[in-house]
T-cell receptor, first 114, second 112 residues
Framework: KAGVTQTPRYLIKTRGQQVTLSCSPI?????VSWYQQTPGQGLQFLFE???????NKGNFPGRFSGRQFSNSRSEMNVSTLELGDSALYLC?????????????FGAGSRLTVL | QKEVEQNSGPLSVPEGAIASLNCTYS??????FFWYRQYSGKSPELIMS????GDKEDGRFTAQLNKASQYVSLLIRDSQPSDSATYLC????????????FGKGTHLIIQP
């Protein structure tokens, strides 16, 4: 079955712009989580969506937002980009039910802010 | 604040030997523990999950959990050059609001 699909894979933006990243989860998975990965901070949790509702949120500024659609696809948006937003943005999906959920990651979207 | 600590390495192990990767975590409420492998330029992929104290074996991989010591480890037997990667430890609190908390990873190098 198809894995987690993220688009675009690479993008370059300039400071002050905004960006939207897309994630299509594995079929049947209802939870989508987003993580930011940088060399200095490692993988950091952004937010999780389940059934179109944000269920959890990490410690990131309000410039980072997301949403989930009825087909479980998710988008995240970063507004007013800063140089420090350059990172690999990873989306992960899971079934999202009660109990521990195993995350399957997509290939990531690598954002460079100039 | 939850913290997950790993030695960043690099950890160099000869081919065929046992690689031992360690992880400590700060939150006693942590209930689920995961090891992910990440090759350079790729996304993390799940290697092992463990939820109760003791050992869990899967092929060449063994995860060990000691909740009293807040310690989780991953052993790789008969290490192969293809095992060279960064290994990420992750923990989760059941019902927690923070998603998985990842360590910064240990860079493992298997020397042929």
């Amino acid at each position: 079955k198809a894995g987690v699909t993220q688009t675009p894979r690479y993008l370059i933006k300039t400071r002050g712009q905004q960006v939207t990243l897309s994630c299509s989860p594995i079929s049947g998975h209802r939870s989508v989580s987003w993580y930011q990965q940088t060399p200095g901070q490692g993988l950091q949790f952004l937010f999780e969506y389940f059934s179109e509702t944000q269920r959890n949120k990490g410690n990131f500024p309000g410039r980072f937002s997301g949403r989930q659609f009825s087909n479980s696809r998710s988008e995240m948006n970063v507004s007013t980009l800063e140089l420090g937003d350059s990172a690999l943005y990873l989306c992960a999906s899971s079934f999202g039910g009660a109990g521990a959920n195993v995350l399957t990651f997509g290939a990531g979207s690598r954002l460079t802010v100039l | 604040q939850k913290e997950v600590e790993q030695n960043s390495g690099p950890l160099s192990v000869p081919e065929g030997a046992i690689a031992s990767l360690n992880c400590t975590y700060s939150d006693r409420g942590s209930q689920s523990f995961f090891w992910y492998r990440q090759y350079s330029g790729k996304s993390p992929e799940l290697i092992m999950s463990i939820y109760s104290n003791g050992d869990k074996e899967d092929g060449r991989f063994t995860a060990q959990l000691n909740k009293a010591s807040q310690y989780v480890s991953l052993l790789i037997r008969d290490s192969q050059p293809s095992d060279s990667a960064t290994y990420l430890c992750a923990v989760n609190i059941e019902g927690g609001a923070d998603g998985l908390t990842f360590g910064k990873g240990t860079h493992l190098i298997i020397q042929p």
